[in-house]
């Protein structure tokens, strides 16, 4: 008898108590598309996935980037930054990801073989996301000076605008 009522605890115990440990991750955790974006970067600081801004961020947009249509949210971005949401407008060609703040970059080196003293190295070559001044020195590419400021998180300073 006891084995048949350990049975019929376990049996009547064992939904509830998967239900309740399937509900607590639910309860305090929520997922960044769950909150608005200004909520989610408050609770978390930051964060440096770079995502796609909600419909209400248009007017925003049109008024940091002064662009607006249907592109407009497409091509733009936010990511969280000390609490706050910051977006970023690819627009032509400003990067919105992380520099790549390499100082050997080998497609430069190849320029550089058929062009050993240009004074510079195309975009098309180095990348629109490198912060240097490039140019080939004895068949050689040497990054030259920085040309944009880069942020503690390793991010374009100027392309990012913070919403308000």
């Given at each position: ?5 350990h ?36 609770s ?37 930054a ?50 240097y ?19 503690r ?12």
């Amino acid at each position: 008898m006891t084995r048949n009522v350990h049975q019929r605890i376990s049996q009547a115990i064992t939904p509830l108590l998967l239900a309740f440990l399937l509900a607590i991750p639910l309860s305090g955790v929520t997922r960044a598309q769950d909150q608005a974006p200004q909520h989610y970067c408050a609770s978390v600081g930051n964060d440096d996935q770079l995502r796609q801004p909600p419909p209400s961020f248009e007017g925003a947009i049109k008024r940091l980037f002064n662009v607006s249509g249907k592109y407009a949210l497409t091509a733009t971005y936010y990511r969280c930054a000390k609490g706050k949401v910051l977006l970023c407008y690819v627009g032509a060609n400003l990067p919105c990801g992380k520099a790549d703040m390499r100082t050997k970059l080998p497609p430069a080196n190849a320029w550089c073989n058929k062009n050993p003293n240009s004074s510079f190295i195309p975009m098309a070559v180095t990348g629109h996301d490198t912060p240097y001044n490039w140019r080939c020195v004895r068949g050689r590419a040497k990054p030259e000076g920085m040309i944009a400021k880069i942020d503690r998180r390793g991010f374009f300073t100027d392309n990012w605008k913070e919403l308000r």
